[in-house]
């Protein structure tokens, strides 16, 4: 069967430009805003964004495939003095979505290393005695999550905080959602 030369030469030229491995050919967070990731319950309302990722391999997969790199995420709390910060052992994995969140010491797919915030004179730190649950996924994952495009991650799960007032502390659950920008260092 006849190939053309120019088709091979165009192809492989897109691969050298556009990079091989996108999730939906398109590189980026697309339309994501850069605040909008939320821990939310009736009593407090806690919204992070100004996200970033690093390449860090913090939270290395063994299992990973050559080149896949774990990739850290860090933002901060947007209506008060909090932050978060994720670790994804597998970036290559987001883009199919329905990915785990956990802990950092679970085997999950986005692990929550810390999370702290502040609201009405409270701190929130996360509850370690009480695991996330949820999933997330991301879209526009290019080079295994490492492209300086970045990509849009999105979460919808739960999550225990320990909340201290006044010298008393408690438990509260809140539900972690949002679709985000995370661009790349």
């Known amino acids: 069967m006849w190939r053309s030369p120019f088709l091979s030469t165009t192809s492989l030229a897109f691969v050298l430009v556009h990079g091989a491995g996108c999730s939906d050919d398109a ?56 932050f978060i910060t994720l670790c994804v052992p597998r970036p290559d994995l987001l883009v199919m979505g329905g990915r785990t969140l956990g802990l950092t010491t679970s085997m999950a797919d ?34 295994n999550g490492t492209d300086k495009a970045g990509f849009a991650i999105e979460l919808d799960g739960a999550v225990s905080l320990r909340r201290t007032c006044a010298g008393t502390t408690d438990s509260i659950a809140v539900k972690l959602s949002g679709r985000v920008a995370v661009p790349a260092e």
Do not use: H, W
């Open 27 to 82: 590189c980026g967070p697309g339309d994501a805003p850069k605040v909008g990731l939320v821990a939310s319950s009736v009593d407090v309302t806690l919204t992070y964004g100004n996200m970033t990722s690093r390449a860090g391999n913090d939270c290395p997969d063994p299992a990973a495939p050559t080149g896949v790199v774990a990739v850290s995420i860090e933002g901060t709390q947007t209506d008060g003095t909090g």
């Open 110 to 143: 986005i692990r929550i290393i810390d999370l702290q915030g502040g609201s009405a004179g409270c701190t929130f730190s996360i509850d370690t005695t009480r695991p996330p649950t949820g999933t997330g996924g991301a879209t526009g994952v290019c080079g």
